[in-house]
Every structure is written in structure tokens, then in C-alpha cells.
């Protein structure tokens, strides 16, 4: 099953039967938006053994220089947030898209990203992005600030 919120997810992860062993999951578990997985979705995965892909980690564009959230035109509060995470990664020179990636992957449900491409040159970027090395500080400043859950695991556990 695939979806864009956690409640089907967690709903199917609470009966009985039957006991899939993976799901997508798009746009809820990224960089800028991972609060409520958090929260009962993925502790659910992990104990269940059930594996996440997670699909749309840069929540419609936003986090890779578009201009829309959740399939529409971002809010004001998104742009600021994006903002804030795009200075914290000049500062350390991190691309923003590395980030987006490797957060979501960092989480130990996590299987797989499915970054979407509307070029065939995008498929190369984000190759490049896994493979980008991301220094400690900037995990911890995005911490420290705010601006990633304490609870959520980060690249390298930093």
C-alpha cells in the first residue's frame, strides 16, 4: 500500500491480519515534515519488522527549489522553514537535497527513497546527493535549532 498520510498505515499495522511486510509512504517522513510519523507510525514499523519506502522527500519540490508542499502552492510558514534549513546548510555547505535524502533514509524502517525526477538530469543530482558527505555539525545544528526531532535517528547517528 502506498499512501500520503500515516493513518492507513497505522490502522493496517493495528489488525490482526494481514501483516504486510512494507508500504509506501510519501511526503511524511522528510527533512521538513516528520513529526508525526515519529510519533506512532515508524516505532509501530520497527517493532513490527515492517519496512518503509519513503516517497516525496522533498515534500512536492519545496526542498528542491520549487515552489509547492503537499501537491500545492507552499505557505508562507513552509518557506520560512525551508529558509531556515537552507542557511543552516550554506553555512556548513550541504546541498539542501543531500539533506532531504539522506535524512529519510537515515531512519532504520526506512528501506528505499523514492526522489521523483522530472528531468532525466535529476536522476544524476540525486545520485550525487546520496553519495554527498554531510558533516556532524550540521545534523547537530539542525538539531540544537529545531528544526529535526530529537527522536528522529540521523545520518551517521549523529
Known amino acids: 500500500m502506498g499512501v500520503n498520510h500515516t493513518e492507513p498505515i497505522e490502522i493496517t499495522l493495528a489488525l490482526d491480519e494481514p501483516k504486510p ?22 516505532p509501530m514499523a520497527a517493532e513490527q519488522g515492517v519496512d518503509m519506502v519513503i516517497g516525496g522527500p522533498y515534500n512536492s519540490g519545496v526542498l528542491a ?3 509547492h508542499f503537499e501537491y500545492q502552492e507552499a ?12 542557511a543552516v546548510a550554506d553555512r556548513h555547505g550541504v546541498s539542501i537535497k543531500a539533506a532531504a535524502l539522506q535524512f529519510s533514509l537515515a531512519h532504520p524502517v526506512t528501506v528505499a527513497v523514492i526522489a521523483g525526477a522530472s528531468r ?6 540525486d545520485i550525487a546527493a546520496l553519495d554527498e558527505k554531510i558533516p556532524a555539525d550540521f545534523w547537530a545544528e539542525l538539531r540544537q535549532s529545531g528544526l529535526v526531532s530529537s527522536q528522529a535517528p540521523l545520518p551517521g547517528g549523529a
Not at 505557505?75 to 537552507?86: N, Q, T
Not at 532525466?120 to 543530482?125: F, I, N, Q, S
Open 21 to 42: 511486510d512494507g508500504f509506501v509512504m510519501a511526503g511524511r517522513y522528510t527533512l521538513l515534515d516528520h513529526e508525526r510519523p515519529l510519533q506512532r507510525l515508524l
Open 75 to 86: 505557505s508562507p510558514a513552509i518557506y520560512e522553514r525551508v529558509d531556515r534549513l537552507k
Open 120 to 125: 532525466p538530469g535529476h536522476v544524476d543530482e
Open 65 to 67: 527549489g520549487g515552489t
